[in-house]
């Protein structure tokens, strides 16, 4: 039997510029999903027969990247689906590196590339920005160039350099509206938008702009100018038509004891983060406006055997 696990992470800054080839920093955060494999018969998913349609991302790994015959797949995680916090990027992480271990060919770098391959056929559209964050934890810094990444992956016209980032200890609050948002979706909307007007492409250009001067900030360690930015960047994804009441209620709702708060992840539902120094009054106005709120350590370690 080989055990995994992989962390979930938030987008700091840059989410939905990401697919189009923009920069973005993420985070692993200490919210982990674990994953357990052994050769068998057949395969099963938590003690039921594997299934297309509900283990969608466990079955394109298998269909691309698995040649060995049954398995008896366990999983289990503090990260809620949809949540925005990467949950199928970490399940998918896990996953991968299990076989990988299974198969006693163990790379990092393959691992973040074929985790992203799955997402991208299981979503039809995506980023290597959550799978490479999973697969790497600490921080990450997606852009369309520069020097010395930890690796390159290109797709068409795309191209992400993943870059190592450090990240100083920061009290982060994610806010948890309850509300299932599947990632997919919401991408292709904001494409749709981006391929009919102007006005979106200019807004995924200033998405990009906040995320650059983003990594400025976490460098000289401005969490002032970074909250600023953060809210910013959450203002620019509700026009992009990814946010929604609730996360809207948790943001505002967070602003009065944060230096900024935003959606993370894809939106729609999901999650928000705020970036604060009074954690437990962020908490409590979360629970008050309907979310469940998670105090959440920045800057773990990625993908891992367990013993």
């Given amino acids: 039997m080989v055990v995994t696990s992989a962390?979930?992470?938030?987008?700091?800054m840059g989410e939905h510029a990401v697919v189009f080839g923009k920069p973005a920093i993420a985070m692993?955060?200490?919210?982990?999903?674990?994953?357990?494999?052994?050769?068998a018969g057949r395969?099963?998913?938590?003690?039921?027969p594997l299934d297309r349609r509900y283990h969608s991302y466990i079955v394109s790994a298998i269909d691309q990247f698995w040649k060995g015959g049954g398995l008896d797949i366990r999983t289990i995680g503090d990260l809620p689906s949809g949540s925005g916090l990467g949950s199928s990027a970490a399940l998918t992480v896990a996953f991968v590196r299990a076989i990988e271990e299974l198969d006693g060919k163990y790379d990092e770098e393959s691992v973040a590339r074929r985790a992203f391959l799955v997402e991208l056929h299981v979503q039809g559209r995506a980023s290597p920005i959550d799978t490479s964050a999973s697969t790497h934890g600490h921080g990450i810094l997606i852009s369309g160039e520069g020097n010395?990444?930890?690796w390159t992956i290109e797709l068409g016209d795309r191209r992400w350099d993943v870059h190592?980032?450090?990240?100083?200890?920061?009290?982060m609050v994610i806010g948890y509206t309850g509300i299932h948002a599947p990632t997919?979706?919401?991408v292709a909307k904001v494409k749709r938008y981006y391929d009919r007007t102007n006005f979106a492409k200019e807004t995924?250009?200033?998405?990009a702009d906040l995320t650059e001067e983003g990594q400025t900030r976490l460098k000289t360690g401005d969490v002032v100018g970074l909250g600023e930015l953060m809210t910013r960047n959450h203002k620019l994804l509700s026009i992009l038509g990814v946010s929604c009441p609730e996360l809207n209620r948790l943001v505002r709702a967070s602003l009065?004891?944060?230096?900024?708060?935003?959606?993370?992840?894809s939106g729609g539902g999901g999650s928000m983060v705020a970036l604060t120094d009074e954690p437990e009054r962020v908490c409590e106005a979360i629970r008050r406006h309907g979310g469940t709120p998670f105090l959440v350590r920045t800057g773990v370690e990625g993908v891992r055997l367990e013993k």
Avoid: F, W
């Avoid at 995924?204 to 998405?207: H, L, N, R, T, Y």
């Fill in 7 to 12: 962390p979930g992470k938030l987008i700091l």
């Fill in 28 to 39: 692993a955060v200490d919210l982990r999903l674990r994953c357990s494999v052994e050769r």
């Fill in 43 to 48: 395969y099963t998913v938590n003690g039921h």
């Fill in 148 to 150: 010395d990444p930890l």
């Fill in 164 to 171: 190592h980032l450090d990240v100083p200890q920061m009290s």
């Fill in 184 to 186: 997919g979706p919401l």
């Fill in 204 to 207: 995924i250009e200033e998405i």
């Fill in 256 to 265: 009065p004891y944060s230096y900024g708060a935003k959606l993370t992840g």
